[in-house]
């Protein structure tokens, strides 16, 4: 007996089955052909190996999570030619002695992905970066939280917001926001800073577009090392709302409304919930893009707005006005920092000082599926089948990928190099040029 599950645009799933089959419209989900027949492939395995359609429906989310990203570099990549977005996860990584390290496919229980190769670290637009940058630095403010708990500190979130129209550049609006920082250099501030013992902040930028134009905002994670009562709260609610509006006045003329522009809270942390890190750092809302793209978004300003993560995806399918913000956005916030952590905090909290290197070299102890030799990491990239690739290392190891590849028409072989504990498994060219068979 043969059952249906049918995936429809909004992402529903109905079912009745023990013999899955899933049918899904390539242009709805923005997916090559072959990238929905993998996407066949996932959902049949998961279903013979035993799993639930659940399992396959979750495969199938991943690995369309992980195609829509390689997606949206290809795109930015042409986008932004010439900048070091443009170059990400192209090239195999430098070994240190005037060569290359081989490219890997890894894998775990639950995924695999491409390392070894050279990334871009850009914390705004990349799609590969950011989310596992953002994710890194949303760990340690986790971890501080933690200690504000431990040790009966007060941790406040802060956001600061500006007033802004649709006619307004990001230019114009951006550096009040990503250096309002300096405010707290202002003498008003350094005695509360001393009065109250303000260890520091974790704060970070986040920028979305909305029926009002380009809305750049601040959240922060401010922690004094004591228990603050609430009249304290309150002084520190006065003094940031009046440094942020003197800033917002004499940066763009403006006044602010004081309670809206500036949000100041406890963090509650209610027993058994985490999620400051990922609070301050808006890693989900950013980059779970999703298939909700629907239009309407914009018009209706319902949702308040759009990611650059949506730009991304919006101008990828052809919208030329999104483009050009995707394009404003890339040029105004390439230099700035989008997350910071004072360094006085986490050296208060104990937690190690990690740069953005070892936050894109994620998981070098996952296991090795196989590597793949410049040559062919290159006509990867040029075939754009990273994703392709990855999953079938994923189910069916070194051969699956050496199948994926001579299905293109590459004469790749699957061989063995000598590593310091064994052989390691490598994909290459042949030496010699061997006919198609
Ligand atoms: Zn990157």
């Known amino acids: 007996m043969t059952h249906t599950a049918t995936v429809h645009s909004s992402a529903t799933i109905t079912t009745a089955a023990e013999s899955v089959d899933v049918f899904l419209a390539p242009p709805v989900l923005g997916m090559s052909r072959s990238s929905v027949s993998a996407l066949h492939t996932i959902f049949d395995r998961h279903v013979e190996t ?31 030619s010439g900048s070091s977005l443009s170059k990400c996860s192209m090239a195999a990584r430098p070994n240190g002695t005037g060569g290359v390290v081989n490219a890997q496919i890894r894998r775990t229980p639950d995924y695999a992905f491409l390392s070894g190769v050279l990334m871009c670290k850009g914390v705004w637009l990349c799609p590969l970066c950011a989310p596992k940058i953002l994710s890194g630095r949303g760990e340690q403010i986790e971890a501080i939280q933690d200690h504000v708990d431990a040790v009966g500190a007060t941790s406040l979130l802060v956001s600061l917001t500006l007033p802004h129209w649709a006619s307004d550049s990001l230019d114009a609006l951006f550096p009040v926001v990503s250096n309002a920082g300096a405010m707290f250099s202002h003498r008003a501030w350094r005695n509360v800073a001393d009065d109250l013992d303000y260890v520091g902040v974790a704060r970070s930028i986040e920028t979305t577009f ?68 990922h609070y301050i750092t808006k890693l989900g809302k950013a980059w779970t893009v999703g298939q909700e793209l629907a239009g309407g978004v914009l018009k209706d300003g319902r949702e308040g707005s759009l990611t650059p993560g949506q730009l991304v995806r919006m101008a ?98 699957a061989t063995t190099r000598d590593g310091p504990d064994g052989a390691v498994p490598v994909i290459e060219l042949p030496p010699s040029p061997e006919p198609l068979e």
Request: charged content about 30%; glycine content about 10%; proline content about 2%.
């Open 50 to 80: 035993g799993g639930t359609w659940r399992d396959g429906w979750s495969a199938l989310k991943a690995f369309d999570r992980k195609a829509e990203r390689y997606g949206d570099l290809r795109y930015l990549r042409g986008l932004l």
């Open 210 to 277: 909305g029926a009002n134009g380009w809305h750049p905002h601040w959240h922060g994670l401010m922690v004094f090392d004591t228990d603050l009562t609430d009249a304290q709260v309150a002084r520190i609610r006065g003094t940031v709302q009046q440094l942020w509006s003197d800033r917002v006045a004499k940066l763009l003329g403006r006044s602010v409304v004081d309670d809206i522009a500036v949000d100041v809270r406890r963090w509650v942390n209610r027993e058994g919930t985490r999620g400051v890190g």
């Open 316 to 413: 990828r399918h052809g919208d030329p006005q999104a483009e050009r913000r995707v394009r404003e956005f890339y040029r105004v916030t390439k230099r700035a920092k989008r997350v910071y952590i004072a360094p006085a905090l986490t050296a208060w909290a104990g937690i190690d000082d990690t740069d953005d290197d070892d936050l894109v070299a994620t998981m070098q102890d996952a296991e090795l599926v196989t590597e793949l030799s410049p040559t062919v990491l290159s006509w990867i990239v040029r075939f754009g089948a990273e994703t392709d690739v990855i999953f079938a290392g994923y189910y069916e190891g070194q051969q699956g990928i050496v199948e994926t590849l001579r299905a293109r028409g590459l004469r790749v072989v």
